[in-house]
């Protein structure tokens, strides 16, 4: 199991486990961790503001505030089937272990008669999520762009050369079926075109990216547009 996953398994079974909580040895062996993980998972939902309690002693344990459940969601069994299947169908896609997250937690509070249907139609749609690219690539290259900083890669062209060049992340960019790291390069000093499955190796470093905006790319072709939702989408 990912951490991230496993984040957000953790923060289900606290929320489940209501005002009595979960001893750290009980969560170590219910994921098959050491219980030093745990607590450092624990440390990390603390930090991104799950407000965990803490009880010391025989009986002690952690747990998560009532307050902290979701508010009910209302979706169609087809919505959420299909937010199941694009997420699950873009493995590759930028921030998609986020995703998969993101849409756990949706369906995890609908009501139990849409998830019952929500389960029944998921199992009829098959995803083949064979996909190149590493994990710790796209995690460093995710961060680099949320966080803008400079990204170390170390990027083999079409003829197997490798070189290591520092870029600057402007965009994710998906065509063709390959997604691309659009990005200054330091080296060649101009916006490049990295096609993600082929960077061998990722880092993110300590420095701040420049002002180089979306703009310098140029006009997206008329096929193509964002994944930022519309207002009056979002509010069907």
């Known amino acids: ?8 398994a953790l923060s289900e079974m606290l929320r489940r486990s209501g ?3 979960c001893t750290a040895d009980r969560l170590a062996i219910e994921f098959g961790v050491s219980v030093r993980t745990i607590k450092r998972d624990i440390d990390a939902l603390e930090n991104s503001g799950a407000p965990i309690w803490s009880r010391p002693g025989p009986r002690g344990g952690y747990g998560l505030a009532i307050q902290a459940d979701l508010p009910p969601v209302r979706l169609t069994p087809a919505q959420a089937v299909a937010l199941l299947a694009a997420v699950s169908a873009a493995p590759d896609a930028p921030y998609a272990d986020l995703a998969s997250v993101a849409v756990s937690k949706i369906v995890d509070v609908l009501d139990p008669p849409t998830r019952e249907k929500v389960d029944e139609l998921a199992r009829r749609i098959w995803v083949n999520t064979d996909k190149s690219g590493t994990r ?6 995710e961060e680099a762009m949320s966080e803008q900083r400079v990204a170390r890669i170390r990027y083999a062209a079409q003829d197997g050369d490798e070189t290591t060049r520092d870029v600057e992340p402007v965009i994710f960019a ?3 079926g390959h997604w691309y790291l659009i990005a200054w390069c330091r ?5 490049r075109w990295f096609r993600v499955g082929r960077i061998v190796h990722a880092t993110v470093t300590k420095t701040p990216c420049g002002t180089h905006t979306v703009e310098e790319i140029g006009s997206a072709p008329a096929t193509s ?4 939702v519309a207002a009056d989408a979002s509010r069907n």
Request: aromatic share 0%; net charge positive; hydrophobic share 30%.
């Open 19 to 21: 005002s009595r909580g």
């Open 136 to 141: 710790t690539v796209r995690s460093a290259l």
């Open 1 to 8: 199991m990912k951490r991230v996953e496993r984040l957000h």
């Open 187 to 191: 080296l060649r000093n101009e916006m």
């Open 174 to 176: 998906s065509t063709n």
């Open 225 to 228: 547009r964002s994944v930022r």
